[in-house]
């Protein structure tokens, strides 16, 4: 069965940092995409980064571009979101999911991936 689940979220204060970590199993690593998503209430889901785990290609929207990097430890299988000069709308529940369609990964495509996690909230105050 394939499982994510993500851990690392948190209060912070403007121009902080956090690391989110999303560990996998159920399937082979190497095969898969990893994205992180984030959604605000009233808001759609938005595509935040994402990585293909055999050639660790990484994409990343505009928004946090420069301030955000996804990495991944392939041994461990899990995938890191590492996210620092933290915004106030930076806020929103954090989600990873992982998907077999790699072609999902540089468009950020929420309707490529169908294993999702739980969320973490993070939370940026001014």
């Known amino acids: 069965e394939v499982q994510v689940v993500e851990s690392g979220g948190g209060l912070v204060q403007a121009g902080g940092s956090l690391r989110l970590s999303c560990a996998a199993s159920?399937?082979?690593?190497?095969?898969?995409?990893i994205g992180w998503f984030r959604k605000v209430p009233g808001k759609e889901r938005e595509g935040v980064s994402c990585?293909?785990?055999?050639?660790?290609?990484?994409y990343y929207a505009d928004s946090v571009k420069g301030r955000f990097t996804i990495s991944s430890d392939n041994a461990k299988n899990t995938v890191y979101l590492q996210m620092n000069s933290l915004k106030p709308e930076d806020t929103a529940v954090y989600s990873c999911a992982a998907s077999p369609l790699l072609v999902a990964c540089p468009s950020l495509n929420r309707h490529g991936f169908g294993y999702w996690g739980q969320g973490t909230q993070v939370t940026v105050s001014s």
């Open positions: 990585i293909t785990l055999g050639d660790r290609s990484t």
């Open positions: 159920g399937f082979t690593f190497d095969d898969y995409a």
